[in-house]
């Protein structure tokens, strides 16, 4: 079994979690999350190698708000070489920021968290764009101007971007809401999502406990993800802890669709 995150970096995850979100540090939590993988990780080399590409920025990115973006882009997937990772999106790096920046490729979210803090260097207020299934950029503010990092940093109006989740995802209507700027609980929650997803669909139940520990530090009691925990938690024969997960889910959610199944299954494990 793989071992468990070392303490101290989940309880510094803890104390980022309990902090306001207008205070959250969404690149200190991508790197707590990252050193949960890689415990001897320096988080502090990673911050620098983002301060140093903002620093770049700011030199470069010069004009009204469309040319900083534009020159901007220029820089992300041109001399700074980031790109999305259409080959193995599904692969766990692609959501450990430190692997991103070492890497130069990741997924939507990740990709946006380092166009973004490139992007604040330059004097640009950007913010995350929690669109379903397609993480974007924005501009705080403007609601006509967006960035999708994924595809080389490509500027979008917000027809393109209902375009381009028509095209990645048809089965789902696009509404405005979509667009509306997300904050950095919600980003870090979307991180640990994604990767906890990617541990499930390999059978890697072992890592999937540590996003779903984060997750819940990040939203306390959360009936959906003590529904999932105790479905890893059984996996990993951790029944006690199962049980307990199974139990306050069904307290906080008594018209549960699944709520005979989950009690039969419940009888079973005590």
């Not at 903002?54 to 001399?79: F, Q």
């Not at 990040?218 to 003590?226: A, H, I, M, Y």
């Amino acid at each position: 079994m793989q071992p468990r995150p070392q303490p101290d970096v989940l309880e510094l995850f803890r104390a980022l979690a309990e902090s306001p979100d207008e205070a959250m540090d969404a690149v200190e939590g991508a790197l707590l999350i990252a050193q949960a993988e890689y415990p001897s990780l320096e988080r502090s080399l990673y911050r620098q190698q983002l301060f140093e590409l903002a620093r770049e920025a700011n030199e470069v990115c010069t004009g009204d708000l469309p040319a900083r973006l534009e020159k901007l882009s220029r820089l992300y997937s041109g001399r700074w070489g980031f790109r999305g990772n259409h080959e193995d999106y599904y692969d766990p790096r692609n959501s450990f920021l430190n692997d991103v920046l070492d890497r130069r490729t990741g997924i939507p979210i990740t990709l946006s968290l380092v166009y973004i803090e490139a992007g604040r260097g330059a004097g640009l207020e950007l913010v995350g764009v929690g669109m379903p299934g397609h993480f974007l950029v924005g501009v705080a503010g403007r609601s006509d101007l967006y960035v999708d990092a994924f595809s080389g940093g490509a500027l979008l109006t917000r027809a393109d971007c209902a375009a381009r989740l028509r095209e990645l995802h048809p089965d789902i209507a696009f509404q405005p809401g979509f667009l509306a700027p997300v904050g950095p609980r919600q980003i870090l929650a979307r991180m640990l999502n994604n990767l906890l997803e990617v541990y499930l669909q390999m059978d890697r139940f072992a890592k999937a406990l540590v996003p779903l520990e984060m997750i819940l530090l990040l939203e306390p009691g959360q009936p959906p993800w003590l529904r999932r925990r105790a479905l890893v938690h059984y996996h990993l024969k951790n029944y006690s802890r199962a049980i307990a997960d199974l139990e306050a889910y069904l307290v906080q959610t008594p018209d549960a669709p699944d709520r005979a199944e989950l009690e039969r299954h419940l009888l079973a494990l005590r």
